[in-house]
């Protein structure tokens, strides 16, 4: 077929993934969120409440779009696009399957993490532009907090990388078959202290509590999306949404073996067309869950004690477990070698 | 509670060279009264000299009819003493402030000068504390709130277009509010700095921001405005902050005053419960009673052995939903959602069981001169039982799960850290003072209704950090359900009110009656003058002196910490405005 | 560098995660309401005696009790009986607080409080209605001469405004005057 209109089709699935996942996800939000605080969650609107994130988005698409007069209008305008943007780019490395992926780069999570820390700039803008104190104060928190985080994350996300030996997310996929001892799933998730450094550092990448501090709502009202309404505030909203996801994503990639069940062989689950793909968003949906009951339940760390978190501790744990890492798998090949 | 004895303090006075008419007062206690010229060393020989009154309870003012007399409530905890000092001020006349003796007086000063028009020298920050411009003295007799202007009558309230500039000017002499005042935007609020005469602040006293500094662009001034999710309450507090670092504070006020001690005096002596619910509308119970207890002072009415257990046992189940309401939006502020919806399902519950009895949820009307509304139904009974079963172990579950974190701890240690002077000098009583070791406890040592029967403890810590204030109320909250339950199995039978009369009319006097609220001494200072209604009542707030505080100890902290460390004081505006 | 990491927070999740499972409370308002205590202080409504006249005899003392203005009483008497008519007993229940002093104050009873909360309207007309109008107020019944007690000594020109109230609240009827409770 024509090569755009396959780019086109290609663009058009992530699309439709990010906004059908944002309204899944933040039915699943209030829905969870209830639960966990002995309530119910939207219930009138459609049965169980299912029709209230579309009524939501109706809301917003037809809310009036205020814009202060003392902003400065291009950044303004430009922000939500900035923030939006990124994060639907992040979808297309992603691996649903052997084969369906919407571009299987080579250096898929590189290409990730670049994408993503085009956010805080989108951030900035947004705090800057809207010409309010408030607004400025949770943009730099939130680029300072971010920026702080990038390269842990990396760092955290690099032992799996080398056990893996691919940056290709679909190649970290299909090392993770198989299994040690027979009983053992080979997934990485063994390697608890990455898997542990890149949680929390993803953790604060995507604003979630407890380090939600960008978007405080008890502290800065909405953050550096105060002076934001209907539908620029719906694409602010979603992106924040879709960064959850794609960090879920890719915590189910790199640590859990991605579509892949335990003890079932890869070849067999990829016979079945559709499966693995509903494997991974199962997956990725247990993971946001868990995320989720985070979110109810622990009171925000402080920005000071953040930044001192991830400067102090986080940044030479995760190259000092890159050093290990690194020994341990030249250890093993040695060995490997030897036997 | 000693009476002080007279001849001492006019020893004492004498040895200075101020003469002072020292006498006992029936119903209320040893009352000085010195000039006004005199007012500074008296309550400077009165703080430092031998009588050791170290603790201002209250600052009121009351219109005599020809002046102004002004009452500063000063206690001596080492005696248990407390003793009045009455300075009778001309009308217009100035108050000197006396800040730098009793710093507890910062914000009452300024209050008291705005409600009977005196102007204010020598104070920090000499503002309009809870109206605005154009506003007349509202507590001297001669400003009338004519009863039927009140309420009704929606076509004769016209907003007049000059009523909606809204300037809060400096009470100082040589800007008396009366001439034309400097027209400031609502937005800074600040004092031009020429015109504040810089007084010396000591060590620990942060002054006002003072404006954006011409050479370093630094520096914010941000208004943590009245519509806020963490200011408990309409409450705005100008923050001038460097990066994340708040360097200067200002607390403004008054967005919710109605005038409670001025309609108190339009009201009958049976109608100030409900007048006194809406002050501090959660711990309602206890405002009614302070204002019960004082009439049955004046009455010299005896209450009955059932009214008063009933008493405490509404009491304390109005504690513990105070504290609730506190401790789950305390997690709030911290970002945590969870524990504030597990809490209050057990404060639901007790409104259901308050509900039971009294009929409102919140604004009870229980109270009354000589005992209480109603008696106790057996359903009610029931409830509480049920209610004491499951609130001892949501309550272990509850504290496990936002005090126990370490996150929330980190949020909460070393913040706001009062020492117990400090507390003391800024008047603080309640969980605030003894979470900084000061172990006062108006149910203890001053008891009133069926406490001296109860078998409870006073939780103090001596940290006095926010977190120790948490703790203290926690604990605080297990002591209310020991005695919740020791009220329910031992209540007296008898009558659950005395015989009073319908329309009270008790004889002139003046008393003061407090009790422990959960926010710390609410205090009511009745006058009555023989006719039905109070002739002055003044409403003592335990968190306006908390506010103050907290207003100086925001300097130095991150933004963050001050919507935790004003949600560790726990104030309600209601009470603070009045 | 404070240590975030620790058991304290897992404990908290687990707490958390464990009302997951708890049965949720939460009432769906508009489909299901809530049961009130019959103690419970809603809107004010007169009392109808078996024969369905009202209680009420326009003695004024709830007019005089309320706080805040909100019972307004146009009454006319007739000049050669007394009797009392009630035009209008108006209460404007946008302005009332619910407090319940008129209901104490009552001596007759003629007062309740009902459970109705959903009061809100769509303008403000229906906010201010008349409880009573148009009736007469109710006369004390008949006593017999012999049955009257001995006439106390008449106290100084002072409104009557009620008697005494019983410890348990129990009706009582004519005017004995108020007084202090300590002479």
């Known amino acids: 077929?024509?090569?755009?209109?396959?780019?086109?089709?290609?663009?058009?699935?992530?699309?439709?993934?990010?906004?059908?996942?944002?309204?899944?996800?933040?039915?699943?939000?209030?829905?969870?969120?209830?639960?966990?605080?002995?309530?119910?969650?939207p219930m009138?609107?459609?049965?169980?409440?299912?029709?209230?994130?579309?009524?939501?988005?109706?809301?917003?698409?037809?809310?009036?779009?205020?814009?202060?007069?003392?902003?400065d209008k291009a950044l303004f305008w430009l922000a939500p696009a900035v923030v939006f943007v990124p994060s639907l780019m992040a979808y297309i490395a992603l691996p649903f399957s052997n084969t369906w992926t919407i571009a299987n780069l080579p250096l898929g999570l590189l290409f990730i993490f670049a994408v993503m820390s085009i956010?805080?700039?989108?951030?900035?803008?947004?705090?800057?532009?809207?010409?309010?104190?408030?607004?400025?104060?949770?943009?730099?928190?939130?680029?300072?907090?971010?920026?702080?985080?990038?390269?842990?994350?990396?760092?955290?996300?690099?032992?799996?990388?080398?056990?893996?030996?691919?940056?290709?997310?679909?190649?970290?996929?299909?090392?993770?078959?198989?299994?040690?001892?027979?009983?053992?799933?080979?997934?990485?998730?063994?390697?608890?202290?990455?898997?542990?450094?890149?949680?929390?550092?993803?953790?604060?990448?995507?604003?979630?509590?407890?380090?939600?501090?960008?978007?405080?709502?008890s502290e800065l009202v909405a953050g550096f999306a105060t002076e934001y309404s209907s539908m620029r505030f719906g694409l602010l909203f979603l992106s924040e949404f879709s960064n959850t996801f794609i960090f879920a994503a890719l915590l189910v990639t790199l640590f859990f073996g991605g579509w892949q069940l335990p003890w079932v062989p890869a070849s067999a689950l990829s016979a079945i067309g559709f499966l693995p793909p509903v494997l991974f968003v199962v997956k990725t949906y247990i993971v946001i869950f868990f995320l989720m009951v985070i979110r109810g339940t622990l009171p925000r760390v402080r920005v000071d004690q953040m930044l001192a978190l991830g400067w102090k501790f986080l940044l030479p744990s995760s190259l000092a477990w890159l050093m290990v890492t690194g020994v341990l798998i030249k250890v093993s090949q040695v060995l490997a070698v030897g036997r | 509670m000693h009476t002080p004895d007279p001849t001492a303090i006019s020893g004492a006075l004498d040895a200075i060279g101020v003469s002072a008419g020292v006498e006992e007062v029936a119903k209320l206690g040893v009352v000085c009264r010195v000039a006004p010229a005199d007012s500074r060393s008296t309550l400077r020989a009165f703080k430092e000299g031998d009588l050791a009154f170290g603790f201002l309870v209250d600052l009121f003012g009351v219109d005599t009819g020809e002046a102004v007399d002004v009452v500063y409530h000063l206690r001596s905890f080492s005696r248990d003493e407390d003793v009045y000092v009455k300075v009778e001020h001309e009308y217009g006349a100035n108050l000197e402030s006396m800040w730098d003796i009793y710093p507890a007086g910062l914000m009452p000063e300024r209050e008291l000068a705005e409600m009977f028009g005196l102007t204010l020298s020598g104070h920090p920050n000499p503002r309009r504390l809870l109206t605005t411009d154009g506003c007349p003295p509202f507590l001297l007799k001669g400003s009338e709130i004519r009863a039927e202007d009140e309420v009704r009558h929606r076509e004769r309230q016209v907003v007049a277009p000059e009523n909606l500039e809204r300037t809060v000017s400096s009470l100082e002499p040589e800007q008396s509010p009366h001439a034309a005042p400097a027209k400031m935007p609502l937005q800074e609020g600040i004092a031009a700095p020429s015109a504040v005469q810089p007084v010396d602040l000591p060590a620990g006293l942060h002054r006002a921001p003072t404006g954006v500094d011409e050479l370093q662009t630094e520096r914010l001034i941000l208004s943590m405005g009245p519509q806020h999710p963490s200011t408990h309450g309409v409450l705005r507090i100008n923050l001038e902050i460097d990066g994340e670092e708040v360097i200067g504070s200002e607390c403004h006020i008054g967005y919710l005053h109605r005038g409670i001690e001025k309609l108190a005096e339009t009201r009958r002596f049976t109608a100030l419960g409900p007048l006194m619910d809406r002050g501090d509308y959660l711990a309602s119970m206890h405002a009614e009673l302070a204002t019960s207890l004082a009439t049955e002072q004046l009455l010299e009415v005896e209450v009955p052995r059932r009214a008063n257990w009933l008493r405490v046992l509404m009491g304390e189940l109005n504690r513990i939903s105070s504290h609730i309401v506190w401790y789950g939006p305390n997690g709030l502020d911290a970002g945590s959602m969870g524990p504030f919806l597990y809490v209050f399902r057990d404060r639901e519950y007790m409104l259901d069981i308050l509900e039971d009895i009294t009929g409102g949820r919140m604004m009870f009307n229980y109270m009354r001169p000589g005992g209480v509304l109603r008696d106790i139904t057996p359903e009610a009974d029931g409830k509480i039982r049920k209610f004491l079963k499951f609130f001892n172990q949501h309550i272990d579950e509850n504290d496990e799960i936002l005090m126990g974190n370490e996150i929330f701890q980190a949020r909460m240690k070393d913040l706001g850290v009062f020492s117990k002077e400090g507390a003391l000098a800024f008047g603080l009583t309640g969980g605030n003072l003894r979470a900084s070791g000061f172990d006062f406890d108006v149910r203890r040592d001053q008891p009133y209704a069926a406490y001296p029967e109860m078998d409870f403890e006073v939780p103090v810590s001596t940290d006095g950090d926010a977190y120790a204030r948490c703790r203290v109320r926690l604990d605080e909250m297990r002591q209310s359900a020991r005695m919740i339950q020791q009220c329910i199995d031992g209540l007296p039978e008898g009558d659950f009110t005395a015989k009073v009369a319908k329309v009270l009319r008790p004889p002139a006097g003046e008393t003061y009656a407090a009790v422990e609220s959960p926010r710390g001494e609410l205090g009511v200072h009745l006058v009555a003058d023989g006719s039905d209604s109070p002739y002055r009542m003044r409403y003592r707030p335990p968190t306006l002196f908390a506010l103050q505080a907290g207003e100086q100890a925001l300097p130095g902290t991150l933004i963050a910490d001050s919507v935790v460390l004003m949600g560790s004081l726990d104030f309600v505006l209601g009470e603070i405005d009045r | 560098m404070s240590r975030i990491y620790g058991t304290g927070i897992l404990k908290s999740m687990g707490i958390a995660f464990k009302n997951f499972f708890r049965q949720p409370i939460t009432l769906q308002y508009p489909h299901e309401k809530m049961e009130l205590p019959e103690r419970s202080r809603g809107a004010v409504v007169a009392t109808f005696d078996d024969e369905g006249n009202p209680k009420c005899r326009a003695c004024l003392a709830c007019v005089r009790a309320c706080p805040d203005f909100v019972l307004q009483?146009?009454?006319?008497?007739?000049?050669?009986?007394?009797?009392?008519?009630?035009?209008?007993?108006?209460?404007?229940?946008?302005?009332?607080?619910?407090?319940?002093?008129?209901?104490?104050?009552?001596?007759?009873?003629?007062?309740?409080m009902s459970n109705e909360y959903e009061l809100s309207r769509t303008n403000t007309e229906p906010l201010q209605y008349s409880l009573l109008s148009d009736v007469a107020a109710a006369v004390p019944p008949k006593r017999d001469p012999a049955d009257r007690p001995a006439p106390k000594p008449k106290p100084p020109a002072k409104p009557a405004d009620s008697a005494e109230p019983q410890a348990s609240g129990s009706e009582s009827e004519g005017a004995d005057g108020e007084g202090d409770s300590n002479a």
């Open chain 1, 1 to 41: 077929m024509n090569i755009w209109l396959i780019a086109i089709l290609r663009f058009l699935a992530a699309l439709a993934l990010m906004l059908v996942n944002g309204v899944v996800l933040i039915y699943m939000l209030r829905k969870v969120l209830g639960r966990l605080h002995v309530r119910l969650g």
């Open chain 3, 73 to 112: 009483m146009d009454l006319t008497t007739d000049p050669e009986t007394k009797a009392k008519h009630i035009d209008e007993f108006t209460y404007e229940v946008a302005a009332c607080m619910f407090c319940g002093l008129c209901v104490e104050t009552c001596p007759f009873d003629a007062l309740a």
């Open chain 1, 119 to 217: 956010i805080p700039l989108g951030i900035l803008m947004a705090g800057w532009a809207s010409n309010n104190k408030w607004s400025l104060l949770g943009a730099m928190r939130a680029v300072g907090a971010q920026v702080t985080y990038e390269v842990p994350m990396l760092m955290a996300a690099l032992p799996v990388v080398m056990m893996a030996g691919s940056l290709n997310l679909g190649d970290i996929v299909n090392a993770q078959s198989g299994t040690v001892l027979w009983v053992i799933p080979n997934w990485y998730i063994w390697n608890v202290p990455a898997f542990i450094l890149f949680f929390i550092s993803g953790l604060i990448e995507t604003g979630q509590t407890p380090f939600d501090m960008a978007e405080a709502e």
């Open chain 1, 44 to 71: 009138d609107n459609g049965p169980w409440g299912l029709l209230q994130t579309p009524f939501d988005v109706l809301k917003l698409l037809s809310k009036e779009d205020p814009t202060p007069k003392a902003v």
